[in-house]
């Protein structure tokens, strides 16, 4: 599943291409796909609205329309979205497709399906529930140390919860937990001030590299011009079970934690301390 990194990849690559067009048309091929409203109320109320800006919020994108509107999206688990001359090529998974006052198309390719569309007045209809950007000020040390402090949750599912942070997902915790030396198993509650700041510290850098190797393409990810992810390439833990780990020599594990397939170096992060 895309996570922050892939999904700032997009945001960044669509601004310069889709900001300050107009949508002339939209096509739906599978009715599903849009959340909300339903398709044809999508496509009617799309319809001539200009795109003004394109944000992110965790793993949602955002297009903020010149009626007040807001088009979100969220690719779920192969959810891609491409900009390309149009009329495209015939594609059985371009389920969603924006046409463009330039003669290019936005799609939403989405082989599995999951992916969904929302149009709504407000974002916050749709992102209420997610908790702090990791690169906000309000996501400190002081902020973890009291969301973390006698919490008896293993830390790997919590900082898979959207509710608690946003945008972290399966590989970019274990990136972020193996930079922090700490073990996926540790309970929140159970972390020193330095291990806390030293978590905070793993999430930024971990989602910083991903978004500097413009995200990671494991399988279905692309950059809206197609082109591949390259932060898989530079990846310390996830994905390397069986390597040697950078730092101690030890051999990188594959472990199951909260039903996640969950990568770690057994000598850099001790599950018990
Ligand atoms: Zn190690």
């Known amino acids: 599943m895309p996570e922050l990194p892939e999904v700032e990849t997009i945001v960044r690559a669509l601004r310069p291409a889709i900001v ?12 599903r796909h849009v959340a909300h409203p339903s398709p044809a109320e999508l496509r009617d109320q799309l319809l001539g609205q200009a795109i003004l800006a394109v944000e992110r919020r965790g793993k949602y994108l ?11 999206i969220h690719l779920k688990m192969s959810g891609q979205l491409m900009v390309v001359e149009s009329p495209g090529a015939a594609d059985p998974h371009a389920h969603t497709i924006f046409l463009l006052d330039d003669g290019r198309e936005l799609r939403f390719r989405d082989t599995r399906k999951f992916g969904r569309v929302y149009l709504v007045a407000s974002p916050e209809q749709v992102v209420s529930s997610l908790g ?3 690169f906000s000020p309000e996501f400190s040390d002081e902020w973890l140390q009291a969301r973390l402090r006698g919490r008896r949750r293993m830390l790997k599912p919590l900082l898979l919860d959207q509710s608690f942070l946003a945008g972290v997902g399966n590989i970019y915790a274990d990136e ?8 996926p198993r540790r309970l929140a509650g159970s972390l020193t001030p330095a291990e806390t700041r030293d978590l905070r510290m793993g999430i930024l850098d971990a989602l910083r ?25 530079e990846f ?13 020599g030890s051999i990188i594990q594959r472990i199951v934690v909260g039903a996640r397939s969950t990568h770690l170096c057994p000598a850099c992060q001790l599950e018990r301390k």
Do not use: K, M, N
């Not at 955002?62 to 979100?72: E, M, V, W, Y």
């Not at 991903?210 to 390439?233: C, L, N, V, W």
């Open 20 to 31: 300050g067009r107009s949508v002339v048309d939209v096509q739906v091929t599978w009715p």
């Open 132 to 134: 702090p950007e990791p």
């Open 176 to 183: 972020a937990l193996y930079r922090a030396g700490i073990h």
């Open 236 to 248: 310390l833990v996830y994905g390397r079970s069986g390597s040697a780990c950078y730092r101690c």
């Open 62 to 72: 955002i297009l903020s329309l010149d009626r007040g509107q807001s088009l979100l």
């Open 209 to 233: 590299a991903g978004i500097s190797g413009h995200g990671a393409t494991i399988s279905d990810f692309r950059r809206p011009d197609g082109s591949p992810g390259s932060a898989q390439e």
